[in-house]
């Protein structure tokens, strides 16, 4: 069964799953994407609303959702879901069309991690912690916090001094092209 959407109304749906390429309007609501997913019990909307939400097309509410920025990209949910919904590429979707349409919430620092994670992963091929890291600390002005693991971690090998010299750059590179001008070409009401 699958919900028919009014075309009139169709903006964030069909932004979703032009970014995505997930149809979340073969959702069935049995909510085990919810029963299994560790953060929604902490948040105010939880995954099966979210694609609720989205079906109805109520984009603020939906953007404005802490889940959209409190999600693990886990997978847990996607790997009980009955219809294969992948939840995390929606998700991640969902950023992208928050941080589109400025509406990125304030409060919190998840959205600046978010763009010094992939920042650095744009320019070394992979992710770069302690690049990450510093440019994060800069960001937040909150330059000791952690720092006592830091030893520890080194030690354990948990973060490396220094990037992957490893990565494909070049193909990484033309992911984050191709990505962000797809994006350009996409009309978000
Ligand atoms: S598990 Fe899948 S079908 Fe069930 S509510 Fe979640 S997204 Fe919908
Ligand atoms: S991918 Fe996100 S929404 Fe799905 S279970 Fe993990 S944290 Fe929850």
Redesign the pocket.
């Known amino acids: 069964m699958h919900l028919v959407i009014n075309k009139r109304e169709a903006g964030i749906f069909n932004a979703v799953k032009e970014i995505s390429g997930v149809d ?1 309007a ?9 029963n299994g997913c560790p953060v929604a019990k902490l948040v105010k909307v939880p ?2 609303e979210i ?1 609720r939400r989205l079906q109805f097309n109520e984009c603020d509410s939906i953007i404005n959702s802490d889940l959209v920025w409190m999600c693990a990209s886990c997978d847990t ?1 996607f790997s ?4 294969q ?1 992948d ?1 995390a590429a929606v998700m991640d979707a969902l950023r992208i069309i928050s941080i589109r349409k400025n509406t990125v919430k304030q409060k919190g620092n998840i959205p600046l991690f978010n763009k010094w994670f992939l920042k650095t992963v744009s320019i070394f091929g992979r992710t770069y912690d302690l690049g990450m890291i510093a440019a994060y600390k800069v960001g937040t002005s909150n330059y000791f916090q952690d720092v006592d693991k830091f030893p520890m971690m080194l030690q354990k090998r948990k973060i490396a001094l220094f990037p992957s010299f490893k990565a494909d750059k070049k193909y990484v590179k033309k992911i984050f092209k191709n990505r962000k001008s797809r994006n350009n070409n996409q009309d978000i009401e």
């Open positions: 979340v073969g959702c069935l609501q049995c909510k085990k994407c919810t995954p099966s694609i949910c009980r879901c009955p219809m919904i939840m």
